[in-house]
């Protein structure tokens, strides 16, 4: 059984900073995309930043030049170092790991960024 953890959610004043960290169980992490998606209140779940096995990473427009996403696959471990925080950033953000026919999510953390 494959579990996601995640961490590093908090508040934060704006323009501050906060990296998050997803750990992976089990032996998916290493052919897996991991992405980190989230979801406000009323939204729909997004897509923040995601990075292949292979190291190509993506991002969503309203993150570019903000956010990084990395990973370490000794650790299986993917991050998201949020710089430049926006009170918009508010959210639950959620690790997901894909690859062909399994699809996972953690459980979320909770990010919220004061004004």
């Known amino acids: 059984q494959v579990q996601l953890v995640e961490s590093g959610g908090g508040l934060v004043q704006a323009g501050g900073s906060l990296r998050l960290s997803c750990t992976a169980s089990g032996t998916i992490f290493s052919a897996a995309t991991m992405g980190w998606y989230r979801q406000a209140p009323g939204n729909q779940r997004e897509l923040v930043a995601s990075i292949t096995n292979g190291g190509r990473k993506n991002y969503a427009d309203f993150v570019k030049g903000r956010f990084t996403i990395s990973r370490d696959n000794a650790k299986r471990t993917v991050y998201l170092q949020m710089n430049s925080l926006e009170p918009d950033d508010t959210a639950v953000y959620y690790c997901?790991?894909?690859?062909?026919?399994?699809?996972?999510w953690g459980q979320g953390t909770q990010v919220t960024v004061s004004s």
């Open positions: 997901n790991a894909d690859r062909i026919l399994s699809n996972y």
